[in-house]
């Protein structure tokens, strides 16, 4: 699949995340703590099983190499990604608690503006021109979807919706820096032909899900909010928003971030609160206003408008197109061998 295909398909199963995680009706630390754990044991089969050797998928009959280990540095970096999560989860949980899953979902999606401007900072990826004329459509969006131009008396969400507003500016922070750092341990600093070939997927994501595991175990504990076990329903919920959101869903995202731009990431996982706002419509009763549906649409336009344009080159991605250029042309009417 096109990379670009593949986070709008990974996006569209993490969309689920907000209606499971209320369906749950569990506190914040122990909803992201079952998340992460049940996906923990999935995870770890596929980190496995990419690491063995197995046929590949090319020409002849010759046989491709597992992924080789994570270093070190790539696979602490990943853990801390995780643990970044684990607070993104749990302020996202009371987000939800005080506007619904649809606007807790969409207000958390402005990290799409703070990946951009952190990855212009600290990449140095510059933003690409269609990002840049799509931004203020997603901004118009995320105003309607989020019931902000909505007059008096119009349908509102939530006990508190000015907190959870708040909570949702921690949720985009803590998730623009999360996408950031899992980015970073997914991608390699160099690429040879080797590395183009055999890079770790499930690996980073199975290392930042151990330390969300942690993480939420560590802050539910500090919190207060660390409380008794879930009910068998509540564990099933968590089960499928396991398998969904953190194997499923992220597998797919992670699987293309080291071929996008910082901020194209960001553009196209604002088909989640889309998604997002259609389920808890449909599963929680959440009615959206008419101007909160305009503003879906034009969230959408703006994903539209984002992936349109070319992205700009990055470095290490210059390199590898070459080589994996390369490659191809020395392989061409030879069997492939292994790499």
Same mark, same amino acid.
């Given at each position: 699949?096109?990379?670009?295909?593949?986070?709008?398909?990974?996006?569209?199963?993490?969309?689920?995340?907000?209606?499971?995680?209320?369906?749950?009706?569990?506190?914040?630390?122990?909803?992201?703590?079952?998340?992460? =754990?049940?996906? $923990?044991?999935?995870? @770890?089969? !596929? +980190?496995?099983? #990419?690491?063995?050797?197995?046929? %590949?998928?090319?020409? /002849?009959?010759?046989?491709?190499?597992?992924?080789?280990?994570?270093?070190?540095?790539?696979?602490?970096?990943?853990?801390?990604?995780?643990?970044?999560?684990?607070?993104?989860?749990?302020?996202?949980?009371?987000?939800?608690?005080?506007?619904?899953?649809?606007?807790?979902?969409?207000?958390?999606?402005?990290?799409?503006?703070?990946?951009?401007?952190?990855?212009?900072?600290?990449?140095?990826?510059?933003?690409?021109?269609?990002?840049?004329?799509?931004?203020?459509?997603? =901004?118009?969006? $995320?105003?309607?979807? @989020?019931? !902000? +131009?909505?007059? #008096?008396?119009?349908?509102?969400? %939530?006990?508190?919706? /000015?907190?959870?507003?708040?909570?949702?500016?921690?949720?985009?922070?803590?998730?623009?820096?999360?996408?950031?750092?899992?980015?970073?341990?997914?991608?390699?600093?160099?690429?040879?032909?080797?590395?183009?070939?055999?890079?770790?997927?499930?690996?980073?994501?199975?290392?930042?899900?151990?330390?969300?595991?942690?993480?939420?175990?560590?802050?539910?504990?500090?919190?207060?909010?660390?409380?008794?076990?879930?009910?068998?329903?509540?564990?099933?919920?968590?089960?499928? =928003?396991?398998?969904?959101?953190?194997?499923?869903?992220?597998?797919?995202?992670?699987?293309?971030?080291?071929?996008?731009?910082?901020?194209?990431?960001?553009?196209?996982?604002?088909?989640?609160?889309?998604?997002?706002?259609?389920?808890?419509?449909?599963?929680?009763?959440?009615?959206?206003?008419?101007?909160?549906?305009?503003?879906?649409?034009?969230?959408?336009?703006?994903?539209?408008?984002?992936?349109?344009?070319?992205?700009?080159?990055?470095?290490?991605?210059?390199?590898?197109?070459?080589?994996?250029?390369?490659?191809?042309?020395?392989?061409?009417?030879?069997?492939?061998?292994?790499?």
């Amino acid at each position: 699949m096109p990379p670009t295909a593949t986070v709008a398909a990974g996006a569209v199963c993490i969309s689920s995340t907000a209606v499971l995680m209320r369906l749950a009706a569990t506190s914040a630390s122990i909803t992201a703590f079952g998340r992460c =754990l049940f996906a $923990l044991p999935v995870l @770890g089969v !596929l +980190a496995w099983l #990419e690491r063995r050797p197995g046929h %590949g998928s090319g020409h /002849g009959s010759g046989r491709r190499q597992g992924a080789p280990p994570m270093p070190s540095r790539r696979r602490w970096l990943a853990r801390l990604a995780g643990v970044v999560l684990a607070a993104d989860l749990i302020v996202w949980d009371h987000a939800i608690a005080e506007i619904g899953a649809g606007l807790g979902t969409v207000v958390g999606n402005l990290e799409v503006l703070i990946i951009s401007v952190l990855a212009w900072v600290i990449l140095g990826e510059r933003p690409r021109r269609s990002l840049v004329l799509a931004s203020p459509v997603m =901004l118009a969006g $995320l105003v309607l979807v @989020g019931g !902000l +131009a909505d007059g #008096e008396g119009s349908q509102t969400y %939530g006990a508190d919706p /000015g907190l959870g507003v708040l909570y949702g500016i921690g949720v985009a922070v803590l998730y623009a820096v999360y996408i950031l750092m899992l980015r970073q341990a997914t991608s390699p600093p160099g690429w040879s032909a080797e590395t183009a070939s055999r890079v770790a997927v499930a690996a980073p994501l199975f290392e930042a899900t151990a330390g969300a595991t942690a993480g939420s175990v560590v802050l539910g504990l500090a919190l207060g909010d660390f409380h008794h076990g879930p009910t068998w329903a509540a564990l099933g919920w968590l089960a499928l =928003l396991a398998l969904t959101s953190q194997v499923i869903g992220w597998l797919l995202i992670t699987v293309a971030m080291p071929r996008l731009a910082a901020g194209m990431i960001g553009a196209l996982l604002l088909i989640q609160p889309a998604g997002s706002v259609a389920l808890s419509y449909l599963f929680l009763g959440e009615r959206p206003s008419p101007l909160q549906l305009a503003g879906v649409v034009l969230m959408l336009a703006g994903v539209v408008i984002a992936v349109s344009g070319r992205a700009p080159a990055v470095p290490y991605e210059r390199r590898r197109t070459r080589i994996i250029r390369h490659a191809s042309a020395s392989s061409t009417g030879s069997s492939a061998k292994s790499p």
